[in-house]
Each structure stands twice: as structure tokens, then as C-alpha cells.
T-cell receptor
Framework: NAGVTQTPKFQVLKTGQSMTLQCAQD?????MYWYRQDPGMGLRLIYY???????DKGEVPNGYNVSRLNKREFSLRLESAAPSQTSVYFC?????????FGSGTRLTVV | QKEVEQNSGPLSVPEGAIASLNCTYS??????FFWYRQYSGKSPELIMS????GDKEDGRFTAQLNKASQYVSLLIRDSQPSDSATYLC?????????????FGSGTRLQVQP
């Protein structure tokens, strides 16, 4: 099925460890996004890529880096994980109109 | 002031009633408005989009937009227990320079059988 695929679905990290969240879409969308969702905070934009080859900071970029590897793939990297980065992470893509979301990654940093 | 505001709820309605969900936004330059439904533990799912003032109907859902009042709402007719979820309002504006949606924190809807 067409859509947005995120891996992994669950991850537990120790403070200071690094990891990369992967996202791929097969809808030929130009724009891709990373959000985090915390209780009572809604979805907050971390980084986005309006088109292949470009990336821009969102509302909460500190502690994260991104790579738009090609038109399909947009990864999010945590270089040195902190407990404050415990959250659910959603990748999304868009051409026009609303987003299509991936199924999310539930990350716990201990 | 938050850019997109929603009452967190829960909003509780009986089965068969009309549920009314509201959202206000601060950026007058906003052009596109979306409603997402999110079940617990799942990802948001787009249910309605609206771009111009007035009403837009799709099945049991009606989105209403009033740009002068900076207000967008979602009506769910004949509410069903399966409609119980969190509803997220999202707004898109070119003027912010950020080509991405800004989300409210969501309203939790409970439909009582």
C-alpha cells in the first residue's frame, strides 16, 4: 500500500546514545516533515524538507539533525539522546493539501 | 498566545447527537485548514480540509471556516462511539515563512453509547 513508512516503531535509548529514525514515502511527494508529539503539547515541528535537497528548522530543532537522502527518504538523527527527547515521533509527507503520516516511533530515553 | 488553540476536552456527547469541535488561530494570513482524527496510540488521519469561508460537507462531517473571526469548526452529525478520538486542528500559512502545518493540541471527543 502507498504511504509513509517509519522505522523503528519502538526504541529505548540510554542517555547519550545516538540513533537515526528512518522515514520513506512512495507517493512521490516533494515535502516531508518530522514532528514530535507529547501529552498536552500537540504535534510540534522539528524539521522539514520542502523539496529534495533542502531542509529547514521547525519549532523544536535543538538536539536533532536531518538528512533528505533523496525524494523518498527523510531521516531524523539524535546525536546524544536526552530524557527530554522521550516522545512519539511522526514523519509525514505532502504534495498539496493535508499530510499523510507514518505510523510513528515511540522513543524512550532513560 | 498559541498559534492554534483548541479546547482539550473531553467533549462528551450521546450517541446520535451532533458533536461540535472548535479551533481558533492567530495568523490572519492562514490559507488552508485541516481536521485530523487521532485514535489513541495511532497516527493522525486527515478527515477534512477547507480553504474558503463557509461550510464544506463530507458525509457526517461538516467543516466551517470564518476567516474574519479566525475560527474553524468541525461538526460531526449522528455521532457514533467509533468517533471517540482526539481531533486535531491544523493550519497552513505561507506568511510565516514556514511551509508546514501548525497543529492545535487537540480536543478529545467521547461519544457515549
Amino acid at each position: 500500500n502507498a504511504g509513509v513508512t517509519q522505522t523503528p516503531k519502538f526504541q529505548v535509548l540510554k542517555t547519550g546514545q545516538s540513533m537515526t529514525l528512518q522515514c520513506a514515502q512512495d507517493m512521490n511527494h516533494n515535502s516531508m516533515y518530522w514532528y514530535r508529539q507529547d501529552p498536552g503539547m500537540g504535534l510540534r515541528l522539528i524539521y522539514y524538507s520542502a523539496s529534495e535537497g533542502t531542509t529547514d528548522k521547525g519549532e523544536v530543532p535543538n538536539g536533532y539533525n536531518v538528512s533528505r537522502l533523496n525524494k523518498r527518504e527523510f531521516s531524523l538523527r539524535l546525536e546524544s539522546a536526552a530524557p527530554s527527547q522521550t516522545s512519539v515521533y511522526f514523519c509525514a509527507s505532502r504534495e498539496t493539501g493535508g499530510y499523510t503520516f507514518g505510523s510513528g516511533t515511540r522513543l524512550t530515553v532513560v | 498566545q498559541k498559534e492554534v488553540e483548541q479546547n482539550s476536552g473531553p467533549l462528551s456527547v450521546p450517541e446520535g447527537a451532533i458533536a461540535s469541535l472548535n479551533c481558533t488561530y492567530s495568523d490572519r494570513g492562514s490559507q488552508s485548514f485541516f481536521w485530523y482524527r487521532q485514535y489513541s496510540g495511532k497516527s493522525p488521519e486527515l478527515i477534512m480540509s477547507i480553504y474558503s469561508n463557509g461550510d464544506k460537507e463530507d458525509g457526517r462531517f461538516t467543516a466551517q471556516l470564518n476567516k474574519a473571526s479566525q475560527y474553524v469548526s468541525l461538526l460531526i452529525r449522528d455521532s457514533q462511539p467509533s468517533d471517540s478520538a482526539t481531533y486535531l486542528c491544523a493550519v497552513y500559512s505561507w506568511d510565516t515563512g514556514r511551509r508546514a502545518l501548525t497543529f492545535g493540541s487537540g480536543t478529545r471527543l467521547q461519544v457515549q453509547p
